[in-house]
């Protein structure tokens, strides 16, 4: 038999204290007085050295009672060799994680991460088992347990050195943080035969270059487990100077990007540089463009500036910006789209002569007039009575100065619901009202002239509305000055479909209504710009008007500025998932061609290295500029306290020496718990309390029926 607690053993000593206590002498509880005796003093029994014990079975009935509980307390168990055998539970299972984000291309990081994994596997023992994790953006098991532990032992070691082999650095950002932790919660599970295994013996080995972008912030929601330890196997290279370029989004109202002629950048360098001065170029797939300029720039460590750039001719094909002067180059490619001109075709439909400076289509025609790099205008003039589909195919506005027929009203009615541009209907005369209500779909609205001899101003517009966003700055927004000698008043009836007012005068009539059909918007205007009602032709509002009518976003502009960085998928609506009108303007579905000009077959395209792609529907074509994340241009490197402050548990595995000792207390404990001998001790020594304090009850009950004037027997 062994013990588990053996110091408790040393409480079986209690058992003299029965012998003591019979061995002493006490003072005999029932006294009776005697009148001849009350003044002399008391003088109890004494004990000699020839005193002897007596109830004798009491003595052992306590004292065995007091020997079991102590026994009780050790633990006892029965020793096996068989259940001893820590062959199958000697092993550490370590997780080795390899980052392969962009930011491990830098220099010979690749060749150190790869001899860190030799290293970790020369202290692999036979017991041991091994899995191997990459990761980046997300992780993903590279060799797990399970195919390590299929294995003769002879061979797993190179299986994982194989399949290491055939991974590499990708251009994916870092997100160490979520792979830590998906990593560490499948470590700290333990299978059904390890039940009672140490659970300390449990490792992660994190083979990185640990840089400051690696988002390790995500570990800050996550209960890192006990049984876990990390140790750092952080790579490193000589040189330090690292700087990138990233695209800062242009201000639209800047006079020099409204023009699109200037693009922004910012050059970061990095706290630990120790390089200052660094150039920009224009290139293409060929290389630099000698033609153009270098633009030199000085960047301080730890510091940024933007900068503006010209762009270059369209007929030199430049599609990336390349900085010179650190030392390495994975993040040192910019790449560019430039963005496309967008066609913004308008359609007028009216009776007057586009000629006759007396009629609205002559003032319409000189506002959209004029193509810039951004937006080539087109404006299509109909009869009220010609206006075909074909007309309206691709127009932002729709410009109705005449009533049209009913099925003509059909035509605009089918262009509303079915493209996402605007219908601009300025009501001359009441006779607009019929036609206006088929459009609209709801009863005849009532329109009537304004019998005041004076002028109106518009003294409210929903600044809100993007209609109105050249005029958010309240400098812009006065509209007091434009006279309008004479408007209609018109009223619409309650319901879901009625128009809401974005402008109104200051008597309290509304100039524009504002209301959604299908994918378009029909505006409502309740004068005209030509000189006979108003001066708003005249004034300088009417263009930037005009244009915030023409300005309505479009999927292939939203798509060609977008921030693209590798890893990102397409948005859905652009690859025919769902339906890509304003892409395309058919029926088509998008194909997406890499930077190799190859299409990209996936359900979810997405983005896997920089470069410019295309998104290809017929024979148009959209380019897209997708570079790395900025945060992998962040190197320079994290300390083991970092992660410490953020939830890990960093540390190593003691000793094997150490590891089997607790390995071996731990299937001690097992044994003892599963033989659980302490709990019959106790119900033996609760079966001796009670034999005792029957015995005990009995010897008093027979001292007490004793005979008076008995004496004890002291023998000396």
Known sequence: MNFLTPLYIAGALAVALP???????????????????MFLTESPPRLTRRSRLSDILLLILRGLALVLLALAFARPYFYRKADMNLSASQGKRIAIMVDTSASMRRGDLWQQATQQVDRVLAEVTPADEVSLFLFGRTVHPAFTFDQWNQLDAAHRAAMLRARLAEAKPSWLSTNLGDALATVANQLAESRASEKYADLSRRQIVLVSDVQQGAHVEALQGHEWPENVLLDVRAVATKQTTNASLQLVKDDPNAPDTAAGKRLRV??????????????????????????????????APGRS???????????????RLILSGDDFDFDNTLYVARPPQAIARVAYIGADDGNDPKAMGYYLQSAVAGDSAERKTEFVQRRPDAITDADLIGARLVVVTAAPSKDRVAVIRNFLENSAGAVLWPITDPSAAAPLGRLMGVDSPQIEETSSGDYSLISRIDQDNPIFAAFSDSRFADFTKIHFWKHRRVRFGDGANSPRVIASFDNGDPFLFEST???????????????????????????????????QPREDSVLAEAPFVVGDVLPARSTGVSPVSSVSGTGETPVLLD????????????????????????????????????????????????????????GEQAPPAVLEARQRQLKLFELENRQKMWRWLILAVLGLVAAETALAGRLARRGSNAPAGSLTEVTA
């Open 517 to 551: 059909i299908g994918k378009g918007r029909l505006l409502i205007a309740t004068a005209g710009w030509q000189p006979a009602d108003s001066q708003l032709a005249l004034s300088t509002k009417f263009v930037p008007l005009v244009n915030g009518m023409l300005q």
């Open 266 to 299: 910012r050059v970061s360098n990095q706290p630990n540089s120790t390089s200052d001065q660094f150039a920009i170029s224009w290139a293409n797939d060929r290389g630099p463009l000698a033609a153009i300029e270098l633009q030199k720039v000085y960047v």
């Open 305 to 319: 500036q933007v900068i503006k750039i010209d762009w270059p001719p369209a007929d030199a094909h430049a599609d």
């Open 19 to 37: 012998i003591v206590f019979h061995l002493i002498r006490r003072t005999p509880r029932n006294r009776q007085p005697f009148s001849s005796l």
């Open 595 to 650: 930077p190799d000009n190859q299409p990209v077959r996936a359900n979810t395209p997405s983005f896997d290295r920089p470069g410019i792609y295309h998104l290809k529907t017929g024979n148009q074509q959209l380019s897209l500029a997708v570079n790395i994340s900025p945060d992998e241009s962040r190197t320079m490197p994290l300390t083991v306290a970092d992660l410490e402050q953020w939830g890990a548990k960093v």
